[in-house]
């Protein structure tokens, strides 16, 4: 029987070593490559063609969010299973709607980890049992324009800058940040911003 192949995606050296360690003591389990930030990862996916990509979250150029988003898009095979410290439902969520078939803790045994692999593989889903229940009742009120423009702000940018990136006016843009801010019952763009991210709705 083959082993199932895996790439494994995160950006802190120890984690990455510690993870590919663990995973590759399973027979059945064979780490091909590593990435310590979503670009390579990405690259490595259709390079290598793995049948499960292990990711986390924030990882430089790309997220793991991103990652599994493009690969959707792309009609890739490789099945997703995002291992992260995030444990809020608003992340779980957003992992669900980009195709994640898997969302663990770092912080979960390893066998865990190996099990989920296997789930998901065979075409399962593999969630941390304390995130399922609550991933849906997190109702994340942005639109995805007001998330774009937040995004867009969390890093600084002018309302001009906002506007010339998302082909919108000044106005569109100043008005799909009162929005946000209103909704998230935020003081500043900043502040709104800082909250959706703590909800995992950037």
């Keep these: 029987m083959k082993p199932i192949r895996l790439v494994l995606a995160e950006d ?3 984690v990455l070593g510690a993870i590919s360690a663990l995973l590759s003591l399973e027979g059945d389990l ?9 670009q390579a990862a990405l690259e490595l996916c259709r390079t290598l063609a793995p049948d499960v990509l292990v990711t ?3 990882m430089p150029r790309l997220s793991g969010l991103d990652v599994a988003e493009r690969l959707r898009a792309e009609g890739s ?4 299973i995002i291992v992260t410290t995030f444990g809020r439902a608003g992340y779980l969520r957003r992992a669900l709607e980009v195709g994640a078939r898997g969302y663990l803790l770092k912080d979960a045994p390893a066998d865990q980890l190996a099990d989920a692999v296997r789930r998901v593989q065979a075409g399962g889903r593999a969630i941390a049992p304390e995130l399922a229940e609550g991933a849906w009742n997190a109702h994340n009120p942005l639109t995805e324009r007001e998330r774009q423009v937040l995004q867009a ?9 906002i506007a ?4 919108l006016s000044e106005g569109t843009v100043r008005n ?3 929005e946000a801010i209103s909704k998230l019952e935020a003081k500043s763009r900043v502040e709104a911003a800082r909250k959706a991210r703590e909800l995992g709705w950037l």
């Design 164 to 167: 010339r990136e998302l082909g």
């Design 176 to 178: 799909y940040l009162s």
């Design 153 to 161: 702000a969390e890093d600084g940018a002018t309302t001009g800058a």
């Design 77 to 80: 095979p490789v099945r997703v």
């Design 30 to 38: 064979e780490v091909v490559g590593q990435a310590t930030d979503g």
């Design 12 to 14: 802190q050296g120890l």
């Design 56 to 58: 986390d979250i924030e």
